[in-house]
């Protein structure tokens, strides 16, 4: 097999995970089930324990190209609009040796893809993953492409294959992910496009009663993305019907969709109003998930390596999904660095302890933050004197961002 990587997904960790197979001197094939790689979506903040990893990797100055660099996150009131607290973001890359950058979600894939091919990763688009068996030896996957089942052989292979992931659910058995009872509604508006007041180049969280927003600048600063994550029920909470949502088009017409924002924020600010009146083009995302992770079994099986959100799905309210899925596949790269294929299940199973209580935490903390985030009366209350009192203290989080720091 000599030291061959097959991947299932070639979504943001199964690029990664391409790339970084091929960088520890694997020989790596990614298998997307999609006939297009477009990585449709929305933006997505990357801190920096995840850029000190792409810049280990050789990717900053690809980085720079499509990246903004906010200067703050901002905890704003939805009310009335007044910041809450600050925390300086240019101090990251002092503080922690990397910076805290935000982009789109397709530049970042895009970047992926490309270090990848440059790494010799073969990427099969068309390709759906059916199978996966395996004896102590050697792994295999059955992939439907073109009207035909090939079998591929490797020493290793990965399930990048994300939140509803078909290769969890043969491996583990423990069922599809359910609705969180919260919806992510997004659009993206070019800065050209508002009035002055509105244009921002900094991060900013409306924090509301059940509901928030977060906008942030991508595509270099030129595009404004703007997600509102309301709590709130859908027509329909059947899984299937949930897994066919899952493509940020809206399942609503857009006036429902607009009634519902209208309820989320009911109360808003005039500065808000203003920006979601500025959108256009809303989709609509129902957040699925798992509880935190349980133990090392749900990131190893054999030979089989699971990592992002087929193995962790996490809220996106601490912003670190396909992070972790970065830093999962760092992991990985680093233990089959020097391994044979014999060595392969002794370090998966490293990689699985060295991740899955890290991953267990950022889940958790990132359900915390959406209570917190969503508070209503008194908790609310407390919540907004707390973040003027204690600022920034509360807005950093050294666990997380100086994770891997040597
Ligand atoms: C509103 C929102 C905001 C977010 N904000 C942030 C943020 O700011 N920062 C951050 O780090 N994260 C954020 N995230 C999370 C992040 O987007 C995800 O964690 C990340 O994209 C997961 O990547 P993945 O590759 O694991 O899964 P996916 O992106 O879902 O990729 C899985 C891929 O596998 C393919 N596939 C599935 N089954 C098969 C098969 N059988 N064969 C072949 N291919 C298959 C799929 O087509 C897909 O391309 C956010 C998420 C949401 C919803």
New binding site residues.
């Given amino acids: 097999m000599n030291r061959t990587v097959l991947i ?9 995970a391409g790339f970084a197979a091929a960088r520890a001197g694997c020989s790596a094939t990614v ?4 006939a297009e ?1 477009s ?1 449709v ?7 920096p324990n ?1 850029t000190r990893i792409l810049q280990a990797w050789g990717l900053t100055h690809a980085l720079k190209q499509v990246a903004a660099f906010p200067s703050g996150l901002h905890a704003r009131s939805i009310i009335t609009g007044e910041t809450l607290a600050s925390l300086p973001l240019r101090d990251a890359a002092v503080t922690y040796g990397a910076p805290y950058v ?1 982009l789109h ?1 397709a530049d970042l894939h895009e970047l992926l893809w490309q270090a990848a091919q440059r790494e010799g990763v073969q990427v099969l688009g068309d ?4 199978r996966v068996h395996q004896t102590r030896d050697v792994v295999t996957f059955d ?1 439907l492409a073109r009207g035909d089942v090939q079998q591929h052989l490797a020493a290793v292979a990965v399930a ?8 969890r659910e043969q491996l583990l058995g423990d069922g599809l992910p359910s609705f969180t009872g919260h919806i ?1 509604y ?1 659009a993206l508006v070019a800065q050209s496009d508002l009035p002055a007041h509105l244009r921002s180049q900094d991060v900013s969280v409306w924090m509301g009663s059940q509901a928030h927003v ?1 906008s942030y600048p991508v595509r270099g600063g030129e595009y404004l993305n703007v ?1 509102c ?1 309301a709590e709130g029920r859908l027509l329909d909470d059947d899984a299937n019907h949930l897994q066919a949502l ?1 493509t940020w088009n809206a399942q609503k017409t857009e006036a429902q969709t607009l009634t519902e924002l209208h309820h989320a924020l009911r109360g808003a600010c005039t500065p808000l109003t203003d920006l979601m009146g500025a959108c256009r083009d809303w989709r609509l ?1 129902p ?1 699925c998930g798992r509880p935190a992770m349980q133990g090392p079994h749900e990131h190893v099986q054999g030979r089989v390596a699971l ?4 193995a962790h ?2 809220l ?1 309210y601490l ?8 830093e999962d596949v760092a992991e990985l790269a680093s233990q089959l660095a020097d391994a044979t294929d014999a060595d392969v299940p002794q370090r998966l199973q490293s990689f699985a302890q060295a991740r899955w209580q890290r991953n267990a935490r950022v889940q958790a903390r990132a359900r915390r933050n959406g209570q917190i985030f969503h508070a209503t009366g008194p908790m609310r209350v407390g919540r907004d004197m707390g973040l003027r009192l204690m600022g920034a203290r509360l807005m950093d989080v050294p666990w997380l961002y100086g994770h891997g720091r040597s």
């Fill in positions: 299932a997904g070639g979504g943001i960790a199964g690029m990664a298998f997307e089930r999609a790689f990585e979506g929305a933006g997505v903040q990357l801190g995840v935000t979600r390709a759906l993953v059916q992939v990048a294959d994300g939140v509803w992931s078909p290769l992510a997004r977060v997600v994550l899952q995302w957040l990592v992002g959100d087929a799905p996490m996106p912003a670190q999904g396909a992070g972790m899925a970065i």
